[in-house]
């Protein structure tokens, strides 16, 4: 997300940056959890929007669960209820019984060739939330007074859209149980 802050690469190509947004970076505790401290003193009345990447991306960190989101969305509301919240969902769906948008989250976003793609969709992505964010982010995708009414997700693609969205709940499933069973393996091993 560097070059979409405008923080690396070249300017006057379109970053928050370039359209006078700015930013600050909440680092994460040792253990790869949320500094609550930093995040309750980084929300100021100015502050229009936090972001909240659930996965650990590139990081070696633990993703978040929907309980921290929850925790840290609650923090972010109490001291400025007007800053819109926005979660990067991509590798947690499907993973908990709650998603983000379920605990306050105003917007989340996500790639669709992971988990709701079911291993099977070769491209595409999500935006869900508010009805008001989800067509603002959908005009800035394509333009202004298109919104959804306009995409580059070619016809042949949507069949596997639909065949991964109907087989995603059983692969996350599968591969949650594996990593479990073999977490479990490696810990009996390590003590034996």
């Known amino acids: 997300l560097e070059e979409v802050i405008g923080i690396r690469g070249s300017a006057n190509v379109g970053s928050l ?8 970076e909440v680092p994460l505790v040792a253990d790869g959890g949320l500094d609550w401290d930093a995040l309750a003193c980084s929300i100021r009345p100015e502050t229009g929007c936090a972001f909240i990447q659930r996965s650990c991306g590139y990081s070696w960190r ?47 976003a ?14 595409g992505g999500y935006v869900a939330g508010k009805e008001h964010l989800v067509e603002a982010a959908a005009a800035r995708l394509s333009a202004p007074g298109l919104g959804v009414e306009f995409g580059s997700t070619p016809g042949h693609v949507m069949r596997a859209l639909f065949q991964g969205l109907f087989l995603s709940p059983q692969m996350v499933g599968e591969a949650v149980k594996v990593g479990l069973l073999t977490a479990n393996g490696w810990r009996y091993n390590a003590c034996t």
């Open 110 to 123: 996500g790639s669709l060739i992971k988990n709701p793609g079911g291993t099977i969709a070769p491209c």
């Open 17 to 24: 940056k370039d359209f006078g947004v700015t930013y600050r």
């Open 62 to 108: 633990k993703s978040l669960s929907v309980a921290d989101i929850h925790k840290a969305i609650g923090l972010i509301k109490m001291q400025n209820p007007n800053c819109m919240v926005m979660v990067d969902n991509c590798y947690g769906e499907f993973v908990e019984i709650s998603e983000p948008a379920m605990v306050g989250a105003d917007l989340i």
